[in-house]
């Protein structure tokens, strides 16, 4: 008896000593919170969403005779995966998801890894301007460039207008140019060679040319040097550019909704709207789970591969050199066709949005259809439905406002929570706590865009214990961009808490001084560079996102991107261009004003991703 009295007081002593210790350790407690709360939010969604593909639906009730509401059942995953409709709800799209993917990766890849090089490893001029405009086009949204796509390319078969080349040429440019497979590929092939240009140039950035001279004295050839020294010290980015651009390409909604669906081209994104569209959830859940796994297989093949690969010191402690290539008579043909590519990947389509918000009727581009009625014009049901021009249109300016308060909200969340996370993964760094924590605020970036926007509408579709339903709410979109971007800001966060050296806060708790007030006078202003980071990234990530907000959208939440792709939709073309153009304008206009006021930082968190 007394052995046990004499254990239970054993046991009651260590609780009360950790309670204590967890007390005076606010790093403990912030990584115990922020665990429960993403398990919650990330990990839990995923449950439920299995949980829900295993059971019937309200739609399947009109299907399966004797079907029960709730009751567990493997009929969605037998209808996918293995019935006489699979073909088109789940193979078909499925197959075109991989070659979406692989074709934009190939594009992605060869695009930004050539310009990589140009710019890093050449001496081409005008070097620190083409590093810092090269990214831009990825600041805007992945689909403007398939919108300017159809201005140039849509035919009257499908579309019921001219585009821009058969206008002026007289040309019908075929079925498969305008539409489906191709022009997504060449259009997301335009967007993502950001992500390959970024991880590539700073990949090539610390490679020493001595390595690269060695070689040649050895008597090797060029390209025999770029395949055994150059290629296998690049590859962790090559592999890295590969990850992000094929994850990115195969979630993505919004370029294949606009090239594919007039065609009926569909991929899994695409599918899961049409079923959710539908009401068929049930279906929609088991395809959101797919797109969920192959991005897991992704992540994880390239961490095998990057991970058992031999590694190789491209830096040690005597000199380090960067000789560029000379490019000879090269050297300015090279640069005028780098501007002339970033022409045709962010100016010109810009230009043609415009062009063409000042057209009565699409697809006539002669002087006397020119209108500024889509900007300033009244309501006329004789045009455009009867929709006011946009800056008379209330329902765009509450779109507007809805953007940038969804922008700025989940900035300001993100950047704070960033740092608290950082906070409590470095000063536990180690420990399975700070790995755990960790590894929960990344887990969001496994979860496609559209995959995590079917999750939380099946989550918060109704309500949950004490928290009520969320669908239809302005919170709901707060929180899905909020937990999707966390692995960014949480990164930016961790990467300034490393930066500090934590004598600097114990000196001042040894004085007594509160954590509150030690974070507020002492971390917080030496880790405001990542709260930037982590919030201009946010800002613009929230801006132009659609596949993962389109399922969770209502007419009081509607945001601009949104309303883009509704006015798309509905063939009100000129007012989907005008929306586009002020949603750009906005996003550059923020970026800008970051970089006015705090140097180079919002570029920096714009590279970051």
Known sequence: MNEAVRAKSTIITKLKYQLIRIRYRTDILLSLIFIVIFSFLVLFPLVKIIVNSLTYQDYDLRLVRNARLGAFTGYHYIRVFASSLSYSIFIKPFINSLLVGFGVT???MILGSLLAWVIVRTDIPWKRFFDSVIVIPYMMPSWVIALAWLIIFKNDRIAGEKGMFSYFFGITPPD????????IIVCLGLHYYSYSYLLISGALKTVNSELEEAGFIAGLKKSTVLRKITFPIVLPALGSSFVLTFTRSMGTFGTPALLGLPVRFFNLPTRIYASINS????????????????AGITIYIN?????????????AGKGFRNRPNALGVWRY?????IIFFLIIVFLLPLLLLLWDTFLLYPGDYSISNLTTHFWVGKSNFKIASGEPGIFRNPGIWNGVWNSVRLGVLAALINGFLGLFIGYAVVRNRGTRLSKSLEAVSFAPYVFPSIAMGAI????????FGPIPALYGTFTLLVLIVVVKNMPFSSRSGISAMLQIDKSLEESAGIQGIPWFKRFRKIIFPLTASGFLSGMILTFITAMRELSLIILLVTPNTRVLTTMIFAYEDQEEIQHANGVTIILITLIVLANFIVRKFFGNKGLTGLKET
């Open 456 to 463: 939380y509408l099946g989550m918060f579709a109704r309500p």
């Open 106 to 108: 190939i594009v992605a």
């Open 176 to 183: 498969w140019f305008s539409y489906g497979l191709f022009p």
């Open 279 to 294: 009401n068929n959830t049930g279906d929609a859940y088991v395809l959101a789970l797919v797109l969920v796994v192959l």
């Open 303 to 315: 961490s095998r591969i990057v991970g058992v690969r031999k590694s190789f010191v491209t830096m």
């Open 333 to 337: 043909p090279l640069a005028f066709l």
